[in-house]
């Protein structure tokens, strides 16, 4: 069956870097767009970028998180990657990967685990 | 991109039948029928519950349902259950690989 397990969780201090990574199981990786989607504590959700991991870098950004995000993938791993720079007590949440159920179609039928980040001094 | 706008909260009685709109602009939720729900309790990652505007995936109840007119799209719950009382969410293609999701809404239970 299919899954997606995250790293851990991560404490960073503002201004600093964050990798966080997922790793899919149960089905061709590739064959699958990735997504990533955040959620600060007690908000909504929000979603950050999608990757086709046959591209090996993303194919969309939200314009709030381009110049600072980076996302990748790596079929040889089954793994998705992303790397959020500059980080401010704002980018505190939990950051989800998920997966395209159907190319095109933007709806996610999986979803990782969660990978709670904290930014504080 | 701007979220999409949900009602904060809905409420209703075991038994009776709720609706969530999700409204958007002719730019996502009225320009495409790619749009999602997602149920998601505290603490767990979300579920997708219709996508498509009007599909379930296999396992969901068929007391869920979807729907869209123009720039809002809709989920209704029918037949409330006590576990239905949990955190929803829409979500919508927004052009250019780009997704938005909705505000959320927290339904009650009552």
């Known amino acids: 069956q299919v899954h997606l397990v995250q790293s851990g969780a991560e404490v960073k201090k503002p201004g600093a870097s964050v990798k966080l990574s997922c790793e899919a199981t149960?089905?061709?990786?590739?064959?699958?767009?990735m997504h990533w989607v955040r959620q600060a504590p007690g908000q909504g959700l929000e979603w950050m970028a999608m990757?086709?991991?046959?591209?090996?870098?993303?194919?969309g950004y939200s314009q709030k998180f381009r110049d600072r995000l980076t996302v990748t993938a790596d079929t040889s791993t089954s793994s998705l990657h992303m790397e959020l720079r500059s980080l401010t007590s704002e980018d505190t949440a939990v950051y989800y990967c998920?997966?395209?159920?159907?190319?095109?179609?933007?709806?996610?039928?999986?979803w990782g685990q969660g990978t709670l980040v904290t930014v504080s001094s | 991109q701007s979220a999409l706008t949900q009602p904060r909260s809905v409420s209703g009685s075991p038994g009776q039948s709720v609706t969530i709109s999700c409204t958007g602009t002719?730019?996502?939720?009225?320009?495409?029928?790619?749009v999602s729900w997602y149920q998601q309790h505290p603490g767990k990652a979300p579920k997708l519950l219709i996508y498509?505007?009007?599909k379930r995936p296999s396992g969901v109840p068929d007391r869920f349902s979807g729907s869209k007119s123009g720039n809002t799209a809709s989920l209704t719950i029918s037949g409330l259950q006590a576990e239905d009382e949990t955190d929803y969410y829409c979500?919508?293609?927004?052009?250019?690989?780009?997704?938005?999701f909705g505000g959320g809404t927290t339904l009650t239970v009552l």
């Open positions: 002719s730019s996502d939720v009225g320009a495409y029928n790619y």
């Open positions: 979500s919508s293609y927004a052009g250019s690989h780009t997704v938005v």
């Open positions: 149960g089905y061709s990786f590739s064959g699958y767009y």
């Open positions: 498509d505007v009007t």
């Open positions: 990757i086709n991991p046959n591209f090996g870098v993303a194919t």
């Open positions: 998920a997966r395209e159920g159907r190319d095109g179609t933007y709806l996610f039928d999986f």
